[in-house]
Structure formats: C-alpha cells, structure tokens
Nanobody, 121 residues
Framework: QVQLAESGGGLVQSGGSLKLSCAASGNIVSVYAMGWYRQAPGKERELVATWLKGGADGSTTYADSVKGRFSISRHNARNTVDLQMNDLRPEDTAVYYC????????????WGQGTQVTVSS
C-alpha cells in the first residue's frame, strides 16, 4: 500500500511564502510523477505544478498563474516533492493536494489528504 503525507499548509499574508512537502511511502518500485493540484471553494481541482520522470532530472510543468512564483523540487532518495510558494496572493487560497503516479504492484495514481493554504489580503 502506498500513502502520501502532506505538510506545510497554513495562513499567510499576501506577498508571503509557504513551502508544502509531500512524502510517498510504502512498497514503491518507482515514482513516475509527483505534483500538486489545488481546489478552491466552488471551483474544480486544477493543476499547480508537476514533476515528471525522464532524462537526467525529470521535467517540470507549472500552471500559468503560478509561473515565476512557485517552484517544485523532487528528492529522489526520499520520494518527496516540495512546492515552494512565493509572492502568494489571495487567489492562491485553496486546498492543495499532492498527487503521484507510482509503480507498486502496478502503476497507479495516488492522492494525499489535502492541506489548506489561506492567503489574506
């Protein structure tokens, strides 16, 4: 069984920073992708940033709304992924979910329980 554990959410003022972390544990053979999604009240869940396995260091993708402000980093040895969020804005307020595509007994997608990020104006 694979589990994702998230940490690092909270309340911050506009312009501030937060760092989210997600750690995958269990009978992991290989991690193919890890990333973050978010869901604001009344809105659909949307992609924030992802890391995809491939090449020397993998590749990253960001939503246009967070480019230049957020940065995703992966730590292979610990099966973790961090999301550094700078210059936070009220519109970044949402529940942030970690997502991973992991090969255990088979390749499956997994979700964390979510962590609240609230940005006050």
């Amino acid at each position: 069984q694979v589990q994702l554990a998230e940490s690092g959410g909270g309340l911050v003022q506009s312009g501030g920073s937060l760092k989210l972390s997600c750690a995958a544990s269990g009978n992991i053979v290989s991690v193919y992708a890890m990333g973050w999604y978010r869901q604001a009240p009344g809105k659909e869940r949307e992609l924030v940033a992802t890391w995809l396995k491939g090449g020397a260091d993998g590749s990253t993708t960001y939503a246009d709304s967070v480019k230049g402000r957020f940065s995703i980093s992966r730590h292979n040895a610990r099966n973790t992924v961090d999301l550094q969020m700078n210059d936070l804005r009220p519109e970044d307020t949402a529940v942030y979910y970690c997502n991973a595509q992991i090969m255990a007994r088979r390749l499956e997608g997994y979700w964390g329980q979510g962590t609240q990020v609230t940005v006050s104006s």
